[in-house]
T-cell receptor, first 110, second 113 residues
């Protein structure tokens, strides 16, 4: 069966520090992968998506970047966090039949 | 502009009462349609989806949704709400078959005794 793993679950980071969130998918090959952010009181905003290794599309210009070093691994990064980067980050995947989401990472930038 | 609208930010219903959550979309073609539920601090769980065919879709936890092309709507319903249904509900559309999901802003459901 397919599963998606996302970690860490909770993260508190100071302003200006780097960030690395990881997402891995099991049980499928060549999925489309996504990073979404959910800010307080808002819906879900698509940040990045990837249709293959090394292929990253950015939806919103910002302080974040994404990478896909392996077929089932998707990483969200930042060199220097801003207060506005706080939020709930969700990874998701699809192979065309629907989207499955990870359990999310709650990031608080202080 | 392309959008997904959930007109109700908050809804309160009594336990055992019926529920309808509204969702409208604005896209040129009929997209794939989804409803997700999110409990506090959790990820998103798929309730149901519509790709094509029968416009009344059955999902998990006793939920159903009806696609109405003429109204560009995909409303979520449940005949009898349970206290455990209290959560945030998101409508989402996929306009290009796996390109990405576009979400509404969500409806927060409160269930009273």
């Amino acid at each position: 069966s397919q599963t998606i793993h996302q970690w860490p679950a909770t993260l508190v980071q100071p302003v200006g520090s780097p960030l690395s969130l990881e997402c891995t998918v099991e049980g499928t090959s060549n999925p489309n992968l996504y990073w979404y952010r959910q800010a307080a009181g808002r819906g879900l905003q698509l940040l990045f998506y990837s249709v293959g290794i090394g292929q990253i599309s950015s939806e919103v210009p910002q302080n974040l970047s994404a990478s896909r070093p392996q077929d089932r691994q998707f990483i969200l990064s930042s060199k220097k966090l801003l207060l506005s980067d706080s939020g709930f980050y969700l990874c998701a995947w699809t192979s065309g039949a629907g989207y499955t989401f990870g359990s999310g990472t709650r990031l608080t930038v202080v | 502009a392309q959008s997904v609208t959930q007109p109700d930010i908050h809804i309160t219903v009594s336990e055992g009462a019926s529920l309808e959550l509204r969702c409208n979309y604005s896209y040129g073609a009929t997209p794939y349609l989804f409803w997700y539920v999110q409990s506090p601090g959790q990820g998103l769980q798929l309730l149901l989806k519509y790709f094509s065919g029968d416009t009344l879709v059955q999902g998990i936890k006793g939920f159903e949704a009806e696609f109405k092309r003429s109204q560009s709507s995909f409303n979520l319903r449940k005949p009898s709400v349970h206290w455990s249904d209290a959560a945030e509900y998101f409508c989402a559309v996929d306009v290009n078959s796996g390109y990405a999901l576009n979400f509404g802003k969500g409806t927060s459901l409160l269930v009273t005794p």
